[in-house]
C-alpha cells in the first residue's frame, strides 16, 4: 500500500528536518509551475484542467490555508479567549477533500473516465446487469474518493 508507505517514510524525519522541508516549500519561488510540471510527469493520463485544479487544492491555495489553520491553532494558544474560527478549518478540509478525490481520478484520467462510461453504455446490449451495477459503483467510488489504485 502505497499511502501507509509514504506516511511511514515522513515518520523517519525528525521534527526538525520536517520543519526543513516545510521550508524549503514555502520559499520555492515559481511553487505552482513545479507543481504542475510534477503532476504532469506522475499522471501523464491527466487532462490540463485536472492538474490545473489538483495544483490549486495542493500547492496553491491548500498550502494557505494549511498555513491559516495553524497561525489560528497559535493565536488560541496564545490568547484562549481567541475563538478558534471553524472558517479556517472548513477552508482546510474542502482543499483536502477535493485533494482526496482527485487523487482518485487523477491515475485513470479523463480518457480513463470516458472509457468507463463507454463500457457502461455498451454493457446492457449484452444483457448483464450485474456487470452494469458493478462499473456504476466503480465509477462511483472514483469519484467519492474511495477506490485504491495502490491494491488494484
Same mark, same amino acid.
Given at each position: 500500500?502505497?499511502?501507509?508507505?509514504?506516511?511511514?517514510?515522513?515518520?523517519?524525519?525528525?521534527?526538525?528536518?520536517?520543519?526543513?522541508?516545510?521550508?524549503? =516549500?514555502?520559499?520555492?519561488?515559481?511553487?505552482?509551475? *513545479?507543481?504542475? *510540471?510534477?503532476?504532469?510527469?506522475?499522471?501523464?493520463?491527466?487532462?490540463?484542467?485536472?492538474?490545473?485544479?489538483?495544483?490549486?487544492?495542493?500547492?496553491?491555495?491548500?498550502?494557505?490555508?494549511? %498555513?491559516?489553520?495553524?497561525?489560528?491553532?497559535?493565536?488560541? =494558544?496564545?490568547?484562549?479567549?481567541?475563538?478558534?474560527?471553524?472558517?479556517?478549518?472548513?477552508?482546510?478540509?474542502?482543499?483536502?477533500?477535493?485533494?482526496?478525490?482527485?487523487?482518485?481520478?487523477?491515475?485513470?484520467?479523463?480518457?480513463?473516465?470516458?472509457?468507463? =462510461?463507454?463500457?457502461?453504455?455498451?454493457?446492457?446490449?449484452?444483457?448483464? %446487469?450485474?456487470?452494469?451495477?458493478?462499473?456504476?459503483?466503480? =465509477?462511483?467510488?472514483?469519484?467519492?474518493?474511495?477506490?485504491?489504485?495502490?491494491?488494484?
Amino acid at each position: 500500500m502505497q499511502q501507509s508507505q509514504d506516511a511511514n517514510t515522513l515518520k523517519q524525519f525528525s521534527r526538525e528536518q520536517r520543519w526543513e522541508i516545510i521550508r524549503t =516549500l514555502l520559499q520555492r519561488s515559481n511553487l505552482s509551475s *513545479q507543481a504542475k *510540471q510534477a503532476f504532469r510527469q506522475a499522471y501523464p493520463n491527466a487532462p490540463e484542467e485536472m492538474l490545473k485544479t489538483a495544483v490549486f487544492h495542493t500547492y496553491v491555495d491548500g498550502i494557505e490555508a494549511v %498555513i491559516d489553520w495553524l497561525v489560528d491553532l497559535e493565536l488560541f =494558544l496564545r490568547e484562549p479567549s481567541h475563538q478558534l474560527d471553524i472558517g479556517v478549518t472548513y477552508h482546510l478540509l474542502y482543499h483536502l477533500y477535493n485533494w482526496y478525490q482527485f487523487n482518485a481520478l487523477l491515475p485513470d484520467g479523463k480518457a480513463g473516465v470516458l472509457e468507463r =462510461l463507454k463500457e457502461i453504455k455498451d454493457l446492457p446490449s449484452d444483457g448483464d %446487469i450485474k456487470a452494469i451495477l458493478t462499473a456504476v459503483e466503480e =465509477l462511483e467510488s472514483m469519484f467519492e474518493g474511495g477506490r485504491n489504485y495502490y491494491l488494484d
